[in-house]
């Protein structure tokens, strides 16, 4: 409750991107139970070269994405989170580039993370884990 009372006070440009976000995060859940292939190529980048965004821009658009993850009442991992910011990258025409990444946990266990980068902001972050790159988009 506490949570939506704060969605109400948000100014109105806050309010469209936690509602752009949800979408986003809700349609990346469903779009990732299709092929990983074709998941990425749907996600690439349209252009080298893109809008670029102020830091405050990207930072609203990671609140949003943090900010609309709390309301959600499904559970969404790091790709998803990851997917959705990248869907709303796109949609301003923004480069980014998503990393996937890999960590070994006590020479046992396996960790695998995804992280969004973009203008060397990250807007899903990687962590202080040491996970190694193991692909790119």
Same mark, same amino acid.
């Not at 006070?9 to 074709?38: C, R, T, Y």
């Not at 080298?48 to 990207?58: A, S």
């Given at each position: 409750?506490?949570?939506?009372r704060?969605? $109400?006070?948000?100014?109105?440009?806050?309010?469209?991107?936690?509602?752009?976000?949800?979408?986003?995060?809700?349609?990346?859940? $469903?779009?990732?139970?299709?092929?990983?292939?074709?998941?990425?190529?749907?996600?690439?980048?349209?252009?080298?070269?893109?809008?670029?965004?102020?830091?405050?821009?990207?930072?609203?658009?990671?609140n949003?994405?943090?900010?609309?993850?709390?309301?959600?009442?499904w559970?969404?991992?790091?790709?998803?989170k990851?997917?959705?910011?990248?869907?709303?990258l796109?949609?301003r025409?923004?480069?980014?580039?998503?990393?996937?990444?890999l960590?070994?946990?006590?020479?046992?266990?396996?960790l695998?993370h995804?992280?969004?980068?973009?203008?060397?902001?990250? $807007?899903?972050?990687?962590?202080?884990?040491?996970?190694?790159? $193991?692909?790119?988009?």
């Amino acid at each position: 409750m506490k949570l939506l009372r704060k969605a $109400i006070q948000m100014p109105f440009d806050e309010k469209i991107l936690l509602l752009e976000a949800v979408f986003f995060l809700f349609f990346s859940k $469903i779009f990732l139970f299709l092929p990983f292939k074709f998941c990425v190529s749907k996600a690439k980048n349209k252009d080298e070269q893109g809008e670029v965004l102020t830091f405050i821009e990207l930072k609203k658009i990671r609140n949003s994405v943090y900010r609309a993850n709390k309301l959600a009442f499904w559970k969404n991992i790091c790709l998803v989170k990851s997917f959705a910011a990248r869907f709303m990258l796109l949609r301003r025409n923004v480069h980014s580039k998503m990393y996937l990444g890999l960590e070994f946990k006590n020479n046992k266990e396996l960790l695998a993370h995804a992280w969004l980068v973009s203008n060397d902001f990250q $807007i899903t972050p990687k962590g202080k884990k040491k996970y190694k790159e $193991i692909f790119n988009f």
